[in-house]
């Protein structure tokens, strides 16, 4: 029975372990996190060690017995309403208010939650693209075409991609779909400055967070995970230049104006 008690304390453990860094968590939040659960269930001689795209771990029982376990999580987009979750949830079971059973049932339910409904997203896209351009500089016609370049850019990344391209076409499409669509409306009058309204629809492929993340991964220094997640901003942002500097040229060379 305690044997079995101790199992259901490591996938606890691993669980929130693996939802953090799936969400974007930085690497020192998901060590503590870990390292809270278990020494709040008396998880002895507990070891964990976490990449942006993995978590090893050990513990063991206090006899002969050992606790291994290694988890290969793909890189994905943040998702910081988990990551709250689980840190709440781990506060919790510090103070005792959990038992193994029910935080583990709690961690399947946060791994469960739902994204925000489409519509949702998208309006987020169109009023963020909007906003900064307005900010970057834009006029209010130009904000007003960055808008529905935004509204445009998720609409096709919910609807038509969903998950049927790699994040490298995903990228260079979206890049591509976004400065096509500032060209058009710019050219039909809605907004004056091209670059204006490129740049600010461009943000909502912005992965802030992540580059966030890396910056403070090697602050701390886990400089593995945060060249990791480096590497991967770099990549996200090659490609969208990839995708606008391709439509600008085939614009150009079709005799069009880039103001």
């Keep these: ?11 606890t453990v691993a669980l929130a372990g ?3 860094v ?10 503590e996190t870990m390292e ?25 029982d206090g006899r002969q017995h050992c606790l291994a376990k290694v988890r290969h999580i793909p890189l994905t987009g943040s998702r910081l309403d988990k990551v709250d979750a689980v840190n709440q949830l781990s506060r919790e079971i510090a103070r005792g208010l959990h038992t193994p059973e029910e935080a583990h049932a709690r961690l399947l339910e946060i791994q469960d939650m739902p994204r925000k409904p489409r519509w949702q ?15 970057f ?14 509204l445009l850019l998720y609409l096709y990344l919910l609807v038509a991609v969903r998950g049927r391209l790699s994040k490298i076409a995903a990228n260079i499409s979206g890049g591509a779909l976004v400065c096509a669509v500032a060209i058009l409306l710019t050219n039909l009058g809605l907004g004056s400055q091209l670059s204006m309204v490129t740049v600010g629809s461009l943000v909502p492929l ?7 993340n890396a910056i403070r991964d090697i602050a701390d220094q886990d400089y593995i995970s945060g060249a990791v997640r480096m590497l991967d ?15 600008m040229t085939l614009w150009a060379r079709l005799g069009g104006v880039l103001a």
């Design 1 to 11: 029975m305690e044997a079995e008690q101790n199992q259901l304390v490591f996938e």
């Design 18 to 20: 693996e939802i953090l």
């Design 22 to 31: 799936s969400s974007g968590a930085e690497i020192f939040r998901v060590t």
């Design 36 to 60: 809270r659960i278990a020494a709040a269930y008396g998880c002895e001689g507990f070891e964990p060690f976490v990449l942006s795209n993995g978590i090893m771990m050990t513990a063991s």
């Design 121 to 135: 997203q998208v309006l987020a896209s169109g009023v963020g693209a909007g906003s900064f351009c307005y900010i």
């Design 137 to 150: 500089g834009g006029t209010l016609a130009d904000g007003a075409a960055a808008f529905v370049a935004g």
């Design 206 to 212: 912005l992965p802030g967070v992540a580059f966030t």
């Design 233 to 247: 901003v770099f990549l996200v942002v090659v490609c969208m230049a990839f995708g606008v500097g391709l439509v």
